[in-house]
């Protein structure tokens, strides 16, 4: 039995000594040309590696810098540097595992690498059997950003096809986008994005056209930056002139001093949200601030355009203050008493617009006006008729009173060449 342990003990000392001595005296760089050919081959697209290396400490590392796969002048992926732990003995079952991969500023054709300080992913878990890919867990910080999830990938050699998992948590959107992007944003606040779906192809138009999922985007401390949404919305009733002016003589000092700010402040929010068709779409959102809610169903473009239709819906003080600047506000009213007025919205990377549907607000304002004078010019009829006329003449007739067709068509004609 102590014989036996020996011979184990010396036969272990042996391969640890041979894996040394090969690690020692491999020349990686010497596979570095097959391999760009190889992935090359794979990809359609031109690679560059700086340098590969080899080396042993507690465990065995191979070492990559200076990758970059590009597309002409774009970049589609690239890192400065990469570090990943093998594990050899996987390869008696057909597989290949790698506990541990770390890359050093990572970049692709979305990420600006230069822009992105100190970027480093953390992989943990990567199997590669049978032409596919499965990554148990991965994790990077960029920017004010942290990004985790797994994935799996199959077919990676012909037309990949991927089921992926992420969270990403932001702390400021807007100087976040900026860094990674390089792009302006009009939103600003803490966010926090879920996803879960699949996509498949190599390049981002093919992606596009595939990815579906869904998720949650959270929202907190959110700003509307350059665009006060409350002003923007009283301007555009454009049938009631000089209206922001007139309301904000009657709302409370917080919001009176809201009109003159040039962002939004924005509620906590919690939105679901699908991909599908390269579209993000956005159903029951509500956008509430102090001084109005903004409900309805959007949709965006995966370079961030947006568009939907709902309502808006001012707050208690701001629908009060509205009718008693002008009252015919009230004819515009929910159950509540508050003013609702049915709208679309659009917006970029840097600009959010407000369009309330003027017709109907108009339409809304010249029936109930209508009735009004209707009603009191039969109310002046029933008084006048219940008086006997006086001695020797006739009772005064009552001033008739405009046709329905003809103030109706007066404001719809100012509330269409408003809307012009």
Do not use: C
């Amino acid at each position: 039995m102590k014989k036996l342990l020996v011979v184990i003990a010396v036969i272990l000392v042996i391969a640890i000594a041979a894996v040394a001595v090969f690690i020692a005296t491999f020349n990686a760089e010497s596979y570095k040309t097959a391999l760009i050919s190889r992935l090359e081959a794979a990809t359609g697209n031109k690679v560059e590696i700086g340098s590969l290396s080899l080396r042993w400490n507690g465990a065995i590392l191979l070492g990559v810098e200076g990758f970059r796969m590009s597309s002409g002048a774009d970049t589609v992926v690239s890192f400065d540097r990469a570090t990943a732990t093998l594990e050899p003995a996987s390869l008696l079952s057909g597989a290949l595992k790698i506990p541990s991969l770390t890359i050093i500023n990572p970049g692709n054709k979305l990420i600006k690498a230069a822009e992105v300080k100190d970027g480093i992913v953390q992989v943990r878990d990567i199997f590669f059997k049978n032409s596919g890919v499965n990554v148990g867990s991965f994790s990077a910080r960029m920017a004010s950003g942290s990004l985790s999830g797994s994935m799996e990938i199959k077919d990676l050699l012909a037309v990949p096809r991927t089921a992926l998992r992420f969270i990403i948590e932001v702390e400021g959107i807007k100087s976040f986008v900026l860094a990674v992007f390089g792009k302006n944003q009009a939103m600003d606040g803490n966010a926090r994005f879920t996803f879960d779906g699949t996509m498949s192809g190599k390049t981002w138009p093919e992606i596009s056209k595939t990815l579906t999922g869904k998720g949650e985007f959270y929202l907190d401390r959110g700003v509307m930056v350059d665009t006060n949404v409350l002003r923007q919305s009283l301007s555009a009733l454009t049938i009631f002139p000089g209206l922001p002016e007139e309301v904000k003589e009657y709302v409370p000092a917080p919001i009176r001093q809201s009109l003159g700010d040039n962002d939004t402040l924005i509620k906590p929010l919690r939105q679901p949200y699908t991909i599908e068709g390269g579209y993000v779409i956005l159903p029951g959102v509500n956008l509430a601030t102090d001084a109005f809610d903004l409900r309805g169903n959007a949709k965006s473009s995966l370079t961030g355009d947006i568009s939907g239709k709902g309502v808006i819906r001012f707050a208690g003080s701001v629908s009060a203050a509205m009718i008693k600047a002008v009252p015919e506000m009230r004819y515009i009213t929910d159950s509540e008493g508050l003013v609702e007025v049915p709208m679309a919205f659009k917006g970029g990377q840097d600009n959010f617009k407000v369009i309330p549907d003027l017709k109907y607000v108009g339409s809304k304002v010249a029936v109930q006006k209508a009735r009004e004078i209707v009603a009191s010019y039969l109310k002046q009829v029933t008084q006048d008729r219940s008086q006997d006329a006086p001695a020797g003449g006739t009772a005064p007739q009552p001033e008739k009173p405009p046709k329905l067709k003809d103030l109706m068509n007066g404001l719809l004609e100012k509330t269409n060449g408003d809307a012009r």
